[in-house]
């Protein structure tokens, strides 16, 4: 079945250090791709997307390039900031309308 | 406006019993979509609406989950006969169609059965 794989945290960086999180995905078809954040005490909300090979999802000084050649979506950030802690989703929709998450990565950004 | 509610925030129930949870997506949004957060998971797929039609419900697990939605808009998620490893959040969240748009979420309830 379809699935998401994302690297396991949780993850500390330093204020102004670069930033991955690697997500790997299996799906049939063409699934569209997503990066959900989660601030602390607030709900999810969308960070990215990207819809189709090659397209670059990007928002807030962060992107994400849709590789199908290596199934990967992986999230970076050239300099993290505090305000950027948060636990970070990678997500697919298949053609079958159906959402699959990854566990989710934990991200503290240190002063 | 408003975004998606959903009550009770939290629900603490007996084993064994039934439970109801609610969804009021976005006024306009016709994909409607359940997901179940365990502790240290990531969220798990239930079910979704497309107006009031649930077209795969392969995601629920186990019969004693059942979804419905009325009038294009509110939806509840019942579990019967709840068991401890029900215990989760639920999240819903409403989006303006089915396909690759934007998913707003709730913000959850949080069900813990004793």
């Known amino acids: 079945g379809d699935s998401v794989t994302q690297m396991e945290g949780p993850v500390t960086l330093s204020e102004e250090a670069f930033l991955t999180i690697n997500c790997t995905y299996t799906?049939?078809?063409?699934?569209?791709l997503f990066w959900y954040v989660q601030y602390p005490g607030e709900g999810l909300q969308l960070l990215l997307k990207?819809?189709?090979?090659?397209d670059k999802g990007s928002n807030k000084g962060f992107e994400a390039t849709y590789r199908k050649e290596t199934t990967s979506f992986h999230l970076e950030k050239g300099s993290v900031q505090v305000s950027d802690s948060a636990v970070y989703f990678c997500?697919?929709?298949?053609?079958?309308?159906?959402?699959?998450f990854g566990t989710g990565t934990s991200l503290t950004v240190i002063p | 406006g408003a975004g998606v509610s959903q009550s009770p925030s939290n629900k603490v129930t007996e084993k064994g019993k039934d439970v109801e949870l609610r969804c009021d997506p976005i006024?306009?949004?016709?994909?409607l979509y359940w997901y179940r957060q365990s502790l240290g998971q990531g969220l798990e797929f239930l079910i979704y609406?497309?107006?009031?039609?649930?077209?795969?419900k392969s995601g629920l697990p186990s019969d004693r989950f059942s979804a419905e939605r009325t009038g294009g808009s509110v939806s509840t998620l019942t579990i019967q006969r709840t068991q401890q490893e029900d215990s989760a959040v639920y999240l819903c969240?409403?989006?303006?169609?089915?396909?690759?748009?934007?998913?707003?979420f709730g913000p959850g309830t949080r069900l813990t059965v004793t």
């Open positions: 609406f497309q107006g009031n039609s649930a077209p795969d």
């Open positions: 969240a409403s989006s303006l169609d089915r396909g690759p748009y934007e998913q707003y």
């Open positions: 990207a819809t189709k090979a090659d």
């Open positions: 799906a049939t078809g063409y699934p569209s």
């Open positions: 006024s306009g949004h016709t994909a």
């Open positions: 997500a697919l929709i298949n053609t079958g309308n159906q959402f699959y």
